[in-house]
């Protein structure tokens, strides 16, 4: 947001919206005003005073949705759809498999690798190589479902890049990532969405769905998809096989990865959900706002 969108905005008021930033990842020059017409809006809508015709008509907008709920804005964006919640992020994320792996250490089994020192005569997982950002996946069940844990505590907590995109097939898909380009996707199914919202509206469902109503029948399940890797050139040429990346507090002082991991989750807030920016006008300084990190909780 430049100083122009700042000025825009109440000068008395304090809002809190995310600014998203991520590495190889850029949003839309006009992502910065919009984002301000929506602040502003925000901002009346809570001192419960009237919109001007032009605004009424910017809420009601697929971008106003978009951008109200924290997301970025790219070309790819699909805009008019509502991201997830966290409770549905983690749910799909733990959802278990038949031995008891979660959805989250079974996607982490098969990337972890692609973060490990990439040498180009041995681009394979059996090279595992230094840890990297992604740490090893290793150890029984427990230990890799509590290890995945933790890297899902981590990227909601350090989250800051969210966006949802379409997919071929009419798949929605909603990214989160940290700074450093790492993350994890989850989609939904809009077109099986949409087949049983016709099918209520034809008569052509169970008496359980008619109970629930159309909106609830209607529903499809987000599903974790799985990890991502930054944006890289050559990236499917490569593997997604980045050099060493490996966060501090990913390892402990003797260089262990996994292990590390999967100790600590017993300590993970994983209430603590996704980064946003607290901006504060000051109308008598140079920079009429500055950015403060905060944390929101899981509802």
Same mark, same amino acid.
């Given at each position: 947001?430049t100083?122009?969108?700042a000025?825009?905005?109440p000068?008395?008021?304090?809002?809190?919206?995310?600014?998203p930033h991520?590495?190889?990842m850029e949003?839309?020059p006009?992502?910065s005003? %919009?984002r301000?017409?929506?602040i502003q809006i925000?901002?009346?809508i809570k001192?419960?005073?009237t919109?001007?015709?032009?605004?009424l008509?910017f809420?009601?907008?697929?971008?106003f949705?978009? !951008?109200?709920?924290g997301l %970025?804005l790219t070309?790819g964006? %699909?805009?008019?759809?509502k991201?997830?919640t966290?409770?549905?992020?983690? %749910?799909s994320?733990?959802?278990?498999?038949?031995? &008891?792996?979660t959805?989250?250490a079974?996607? +982490?089994?098969k990337?972890a690798h692609r973060?490990q020192q990439?040498?180009?005569?041995a681009?394979s997982?059996?090279?595992k #190589?230094e840890?990297?950002? +992604? #740490?090893h996946?290793? &150890?029984p069940?427990?230990?890799l479902?509590e290890g995945a844990?933790?890297l899902?505590c981590? *990227?909601?907590?350090?989250?800051?890049w969210?966006? !949802?995109?379409m997919l071929?097939?009419?798949? !929605?898909a909603?990214e989160?990532r940290?700074?450093? #380009?790492y993350g994890m996707? +989850?989609?939904? /199914?809009?077109?099986?969405?949409?087949?049983k919202k016709?099918?209520?509206?034809? &008569?052509?469902?169970? /008496?359980e769905?008619?109970?629930?109503g159309?909106?609830?029948?209607?529903?499809?399940p987000?599903t974790?998809?799985g990890f991502v890797e930054?944006m890289m050139?050559n990236?499917?040429?490569?593997? +997604?096989r980045?050099?060493?990346?490996?966060p501090?507090?990913?390892?402990?002082?003797? &260089?262990?990865?996994s292990?590390a991991?999967?100790?600590?989750?017993?300590t993970?807030?994983?209430s603590?959900?996704?980064s946003c920016t607290? =901006?504060?006008l000051f109308p008598?300084?140079?920079?009429?706002y500055r =950015?403060?990190?905060?944390?929101?909780? *899981?509802?």
């Open positions: 947001m100083e122009d969108d000025n825009i905005l000068q008395s008021l304090t809002i809190t919206v995310p600014i991520c590495y190889n949003e839309l006009t992502a005003s %919009a301000a017409q929506t925000l901002s009346l001192e419960k005073k919109l001007s015709p032009s605004q008509e809420q009601s907008s697929p971008l949705t978009h !951008l109200s709920s %970025a070309t964006s %699909a805009l008019g759809y991201p997830p966290p409770s549905q992020c983690l %749910a994320f733990q959802a278990p498999n038949k031995v &008891g792996l959805a989250g079974r996607a +982490w089994t990337h973060s990439y040498h180009p005569s681009a997982k059996k090279n #190589g840890p990297g950002w +992604w #740490g996946a290793q &150890g069940r427990d230990i479902n844990h933790t899902f981590k *990227i909601v907590k350090e989250a800051s969210r966006n !949802l995109h071929p097939h009419d798949v !929605l909603y989160m940290v700074p450093e #380009g996707r +989850w989609s939904r /199914d809009l077109k099986a969405m949409k087949e016709e099918g209520f509206e034809d &008569g052509h469902v169970g /008496d769905e008619k109970e629930d159309p909106s609830e029948a209607s529903e499809s987000w974790f998809r930054p050139e990236g499917h040429e490569l593997g +997604w980045h050099e060493l990346t490996r501090p507090s990913m390892v402990n002082e003797k &260089g262990q990865g292990e991991q999967a100790s600590s989750s017993s993970c807030e994983c603590l959900f996704l607290t =901006i504060e008598h300084r140079t920079s009429n =950015i403060k990190s905060q944390l929101s909780r *899981i509802i």
